[in-house]
């Protein structure tokens, strides 16, 4: 199977049914086909040959689903492109994988010809300026073409070039194949429980891994019916819920407490939506505690939330925490790999970690990338054996459930000591006067580094350090307890929640 068959067995199984809405646009799973095959003769016609990459960097729009298919089936890589990159960031990207030919948003058109203008750029979402570009129109001419069967593909191809988020580092391009990111599909809908009956809402950015992999394609592999929404907005996100009586969607924790907060705004609250359709609220990128859980089962009515743990090496699979554990378990990512994925926590010395014990997190599967685009070191450090080491240190509690402490870059040592940062900010984020909390570790001549807490707080509430240190002087070793405390309006995030720790050392530490 490659991801072409995949859409033509789905094709021959509900071909009528919709696959994508897109506000009161309808694409049924023939007219997906379809218009794949349109794309598909469209992008050789620029250019496009077996084994390129074709950039996409788009809303969520049907353009991306069309121009994804398209580019599989002319035999080429599909490059998810992060729309919100600045044009630095764009060049880097682009220039890494060689992308000749790229679909983009109109309304990102600009950006996108600023960082990559060697690209031959197609316009989706093209509206109003359509008879100005007629000849980069992707809708337009898609729509005009001659249907092509297209290249031969084999399941060991390159599929897909995922470029990490880069919360550590550069980005880097994980190499998927087709077998891999099609092995995605069984994986998740085993883990989830889903079926063809789904209707899954897509709010975050398709184009990073997990709406991508975990829900995107998944759910064509399934059957079942995708709602795309351009761009997350918490209002709107109630209100689709509730009108276009969804089943399951995934995203960070912010992306259910923002809701919260935007429907006091406008003078409702989730409450007032009708959720009964809803089976899985899913979210992923970070942990939640219990209290933070407790608060969405109660304002979501509802006990059926699932965390997922992954990574974009990964495709991206990894482990589950599933309802009946949101509460016991909170804060964990699960006891074990999902169906298909075989889990270790792995000591310094090579042996398996102990309860009690910390490790890092090594992961195995069908679903791993075969490697870094063009940096076989960096994969020679990843990868042992079949396993991927994943760079996340954690422990296992009694029960074997695995709980995150930390990256291994992370770890910030003082006085010798390792101070797990992930344990000290859930610490501080326990405070109602803390909206949000990152902690690093700022370079000392005499103790190594010290613990820096970088602080979002409340609105109106003042904190200090010394009344910080006092709070927690009770539940955390003194050397773990923050030496500094730096206020922030925000902290920077990626588009899937997690904090880019790099970029917030660069701004207070090295300016």
């Known amino acids: 199977m490659n991801l072409t068959t995949m859409l033509e067995s789905t094709v021959r199984r509900y071909p009528d ?18 218009a794949s095959e349109r794309a598909a003769r469209v992008l050789r016609e620029r250019g496009v040959r077996p084994g390129d990459r ?18 599989w089936r002319a035999g080429a890589a599909l490059v998810p492109v992060n729309h919100k990159l600045a044009p630095p960031e764009i060049e880097y990207t682009l220039a890494h994988c060689g992308a000749k030919v790229g679909v983009v948003s109109a309304d990102l058109r600009a950006n996108a010809q600023a960082g990559a203008p060697q690209v031959d750029w197609l316009l989706t979402e093209l509206g109003d300026d359509a008879p100005a570009h007629a000849d980069r129109d992707f809708d337009r001419l898609t729509g005009a073409a001659e249907k092509w069967a297209g290249a031969p ?6 599929a897909q070039v995922l470029y990490t988020s880069g919360t550590t580092s550069a980005p880097k391009g994980c190499l998927h194949t087709h077998r891999s990111i099609t092995t995605v599909a069984p994986y998740i809908a085993n883990t989830l429980g889903l079926d063809q ?14 709406p991508l992999n975990v829900w995107f394609i998944t759910t064509i592999f399934l059957g079942g019916t995708i709602v795309l929404m351009r761009e997350y907005h918490p209002l709107k996100f109630l209100e689709t819920v509730q009108e276009q009586r969804i089943t399951a969607f995934f995203g960070a924790p912010i992306a259910y407490l923002a809701p919260l907060q935007a429907a006091r705004a406008a003078g409702k609250r989730p409450a007032d939506f009708d959720f009964s359709s809803m089976r899985r609220w899913t979210y992923g990128g970070a942990p939640i505690g219990a209290e933070v859980a407790r ?32 509460i016991t378990k909170a804060g964990s990512i699960g006891r074990c790999g999902m169906p298909g994925v075989d889990l270790r926590v792995v000591r310094p010395d090579g042996a398996d970690a102990a309860p009690g014990e910390t490790g890092e997190i090594w992961l195995a599967g069908d679903t791993r990338m075969i490697g870094y685009l063009n940096d076989a070191a960096a994969t020679a450090e990843v990868f042992e054996g079949r396993w991927y080491r994943s760079g996340d ?29 992930q344990e000290v900010e859930e610490a501080i984020g326990r405070r109602s006067d803390v909206l949000d909390v990152a902690v690093i570790g700022r370079p000392h001549p005499e103790w190594g580094e010290t613990v820096v807490a970088v602080v979002v707080a409340a609105r109106g509430a003042v904190l200090e350090l010394d009344d910080l240190r006092d709070e927690l002087s009770d539940q955390l070793a003194r050397y773990k307890i923050p030496r500094e405390l730096v206020l922030v309006d925000e902290l ?19 300016g």
């Open 393 to 421: 240190v954690a422990r296992l509690d009694k029960d074997g459930y695995v709980y995150i402490v930390d990256r291994t870059k992370d770890v910030i040592i003082t006085g010798g000591e390792n101070v797990y940062s």
């Open 153 to 158: 593909v084999q399941e060991s191809d390159i």
């Open 492 to 510: 920077p995030r990626n588009p899937s929640g997690k904090l880019t720790k790099h970029v917030l050392r660069k701004q207070l530490i090295t």
């Open 54 to 71: 074709v950039a996409v960097m788009t809303y969520n729009s049907p353009g991306f689903a069309v121009a994804a298919f398209g580019a």
């Open 17 to 34: 049914k919709d696959a994508i809405v897109y506000g009161a646009e309808r694409i049924t799973y023939a007219e997906l086909l379809s």
């Open 295 to 326: 608060r969405l089962q109660r304002e979501y009515r509802s006990e059926n939330f699932y965390q997922v743990y992954g990574m974009s090496e990964m495709g991206p699979t990894g482990t589950a925490l599933y309802p009946h554990e949101q």
């Open 197 to 210: 009956d789904e209707r899954v809402l897509i709010a975050m950015p398709i184009w990073h891994a997990a």
